[in-house]
């Protein structure tokens, strides 16, 4: 029986994928900033561990706890609407120490057990924003498109060694909480003269709501980069994240 291990799995992408790998029959380490058993269902093949992506002692502890693993899913990450004029540094260096350095640190800490065994699969979840850069994400498209680029270069690196290092591309997920949870990222990061160009992105959204992305869409596609040895290093999930790359 194969483990995977995958970051941010409170809600949304890692929630929904956490439960894919259990309904088929593979152990999962589900870890969270605060776990909850209550979000997954109850299995002797789950375990759900503290982890932080930006501590460096509580991923070591993390990685240590697990044991063992076949598959690292690096999903945690936060989100940011907002112009750059209007984004502190605080600010957009809080969304690349999750986003980007969390994914860094996360793939350095199993790198180690994956070259010694000649086997392993890393999936970096990164977003469709990377494929048609969109107004007022700016910084997390950066966050992102950074991961991309470390992905495509790493997997150079780790080709000798049979360790496969691919990417996942969600689209926009509304029925997640992700949105939410970027709220307090958003406050004030729109100045008074970028309001004209907010409302106008915020109508191509109101008015493209019928393609999106479910957090099925990136389960399958994880569970497929997993599992398939000749999927592509860029996998689309969702139906506009789709359109975005055939159209690319």
């Known amino acids: 029986m194969k483990t995977v291990l995958i970051t941010g799995c409170s809600s949304g992408f890692g929630l929904e994928t956490a439960r894919y ?6 152990k999962v380490i589900a870890t969270m900033r605060t776990p909850r058993e209550d979000v997954l269902p109850r ?7 503290a982890l932080d992506v930006t501590d460096p002692e509580s991923i070591r502890q993390a ?3 697990a044991g063992p693993i076949d598959v690292l899913v690096n999903n ?19 969304i690349f120490e999750t986003n980007t350095l969390g994914t860094m640190a996360m793939t350095q800490a199993v790198l180690p057990q994956f070259r010694q065994r000649k086997a392993g699969v890393i999936v970096n979840v990164t977003s469709s924003v990377t494929l048609k850069p969109l107004a007022l994400l700016s910084v997390y498209t950066a966050s992102k498109a950074a991961v991309n680029a470390f992905t495509e270069s790493l997997a150079l690196e780790l080709e000798p060694f049979n360790v496969r290092v691919g990417l996942v591309l969600p689209g926009r997920a509304p029925a ?12 004030g990061g729109i ?12 109508a191509g959204w109101t008015q493209s709501s019928s393609a999106v992305t479910r957090s099925l869409d990136v389960a399958e596609a994880v569970w497929r980069m997993a599992n398939d040895p ?3 290093i860029r996998v689309a999930a969702g139906a506009d994240a789709l359109a975005l790359a055939e159209a690319g």
Do not use: C, K
């Open 191 to 202: 100045p008074e003269a970028y309001a004209g160009l907010a409302q106008s992105v915020f």
């Open 63 to 65: 990685v240590e706890a």
């Open 230 to 232: 000749s999927s592509p």
């Open 21 to 26: 790998f259990l309904d088929r029959d593979w």
């Open 176 to 187: 997640t909480r992700f949105g939410e949870n970027a709220q307090p990222r958003i406050q």
């Open 76 to 94: 945690a990450g936060i989100g940011m609407l907002g112009a750059l004029e209007g984004t502190s540094m605080e600010t957009a260096r809080d």
């Open 43 to 49: 299995s002797e093949h789950l375990r759900v561990l």
